[in-house]
């Protein structure tokens, strides 16, 4: 079973935050994630590179037409996400893109903070909840 965990996130955002976000992605989904992806426009964050380096976890930077093929299988969908990065979901994209040919999301990206971080799996992961879950607000 391959687990990626595709990274989105404001710019700046601190290593420490993105490892909180990926903890709660991997608490929330019962699940451990084998690495991690972001879209090129991501590239240049100081945080997740730290990120990864501080989980021993390769950073795949997923091609734009890798993240354009795959959007239609993304679960969410934000306005800013598909202006700037070209996909309805940063996070979401690119933990399908990098997890491959028949991969599927566990369920809707987390929000937590200025971070997003969703799950794709290439196993039969279990399913989690249809709705995105934002951490750190009131339902």
Do not use: W
């Amino acid at each position: 079973m391959l687990t990626v965990a595709g990274i989105g996130c404001r710019k700046g955002a601190a290593s420490d935050a993105i490892i909180a976000a990926i903890r709660a992605a991997e608490r929330t989904f019962g699940l451990t994630v084998d690495s991690l992806a972001t879209a090129p426009l991501k590239a240049e964050e100081a945080g997740l590179a730290e990120a990864a380096k501080a989980l021993s976890l390769p950073l795949e930077i997923v091609t734009q037409e890798r993240l354009e093929a795959v959007a239609a299988e993304t679960m969410t969908f934000s306005r800013a996400s598909l202006d700037h990065a070209g996909t309805p979901s940063v996070s979401e994209a690119s933990a399908l893109a990098a997890a491959g040919v028949g991969a599927r999301l566990v369920g809707q990206r987390l929000v937590v903070g200025d971070v997003t971080v969703a799950i794709a799996t290439t196993s039969n992961a279990p399913r989690g909840s249809d709705c995105a879950i934002e951490y750190g607000e009131e339902e």
